[in-house]
C-alpha cells in the first residue's frame, strides 16, 4: 500500500538560512509526487511537482525538490528562507496507474521561520 | 480562473443535527475529490466524481455520509446525524483528465465543529 512519511513534525529555522523538508513515500508502482503548502485557515496550494522528466524541479518563489527513485524521496529544499514561508508543507503522491488519480498526503511539517 | 470554491467556510453543530457542505470546482474541471483533514494530520481521500459519476468511495465515507455531483459541476456532501469525531477540515479539490488531471486544485476548506 501507498504511504508518505514526513519525519519531521516541525522545523525551527531563522530568516535567511537554508531549509529541508524531508519526504520519503512507498509504493509498488511508479508514482507522481507533490508538494503543497497550507497557510492558517486556508486551503492546500501547489508548490511543486513532478510529473516526468527533469528529476529537479523548481517553485516560483525559490523552493525545489528532487525526485530520488532509488530512496523513493522527493525532499523540498530553498537555500534562503524568509518570515513568508512560515507555513505547513504536505507532501503526496498519486500513483501512476491509478485511474483515480487520489493522493495520499503525508502528515505534514510546520516550517516555523524566526526572525 | 476563480478557483475552487467551497461554502460555508465554518459550521459549528450540535451532535445530531445534520450538515450539508457545497464546493464549486474550477469550471472546466470535470474531476471533483473530497478530502477530510483532522488537527495534526494530512487529508485523507474521501470520494472522488468524473463528471456526476462519483467512481470511488473511500472506506472512510460511513454510511452517515453521501455526496452528490447532480448536473457534473458543484457538489455537496451531506453528513448525517454527526458525531464528535466528524470535526475536521472537509477540503474540495478539482483536476483535468489525463496527464495534466494530475494536479489538484483545492478550495479553502469547510471546517466543521460538532459540539
Known amino acids: 500500500a501507498q504511504s508518505v512519511t514526513q519525519l519531521d513534525s516541525q522545523v525551527p529555522v531563522f530568516e535567511e538560512a537554508p531549509v529541508e523538508l524531508r519526504c520519503n513515500y512507498s509504493?509498488?508502482?511508479?508514482?507522481?509526487l507533490f508538494w503543497y503548502v497550507q497557510y492558517p485557515n486556508q486551503g492546500l496550494q501547489l508548490l511543486l511537482k513532478?510529473?516526468?522528466?527533469?528529476?529537479l524541479v523548481e517553485s516560483i518563489n525559490g523552493f525545489e525538490a528532487e525526485f530520488n527513485k532509488s530512496q523513493t524521496s522527493f525532499h523540498l529544499r530553498k537555500p534562503s528562507v524568509h518570515i513568508s514561508d512560515t507555513a505547513e508543507y504536505f507532501c503526496a503522491v498519486s500513483e501512476r496507474t491509478s485511474g483515480t488519480y487520489k493522493y495520499i498526503f503525508g502528515t505534514g511539517t510546520r516550517l516555523k521561520v524566526l526572525a | 480562473d476563480t478557483g475552487v470554491s467551497q461554502d460555508p467556510r465554518h459550521k459549528i453543530t450540535k451532535r445530531g443535527q445534520n450538515v450539508t457542505f457545497r464546493c464549486d470546482p474550477i469550471s472546466e474541471h470535470n474531476r471533483l475529490y473530497w478530502y477530510r483533514q483532522t488537527l495534526g494530520q494530512g487529508p485523507e481521500f474521501l470520494t472522488y466524481?468524473?463528471?456526476?459519476?462519483?467512481?470511488?468511495k473511500s472506506r472512510l465515507l460511513s454510511d452517515r455520509f453521501s455526496a452528490e455531483r447532480p448536473k457534473g459541476s458543484f457538489s455537496t456532501l451531506e453528513i448525517q446525524r454527526t458525531e464528535q469525531g466528524d470535526s475536521a477540515m472537509y477540503l474540495c479539490?478539482?483536476?483535468?483528465?489525463?496527464?495534466?488531471?494530475?494536479?489538484?486544485?483545492f478550495g479553502p476548506g469547510t471546517r466543521l465543529t460538532v459540539l
Open positions: 479539490a478539482s483536476s483535468l483528465v489525463g496527464l495534466a488531471g494530475r494536479t489538484q486544485y
Open positions: 509504493s509498488s508502482v511508479s508514482v507522481y
Open positions: 466524481f468524473q463528471n456526476e459519476a462519483q467512481l470511488e
Open positions: 513532478y510529473l516526468s522528466g527533469s528529476t
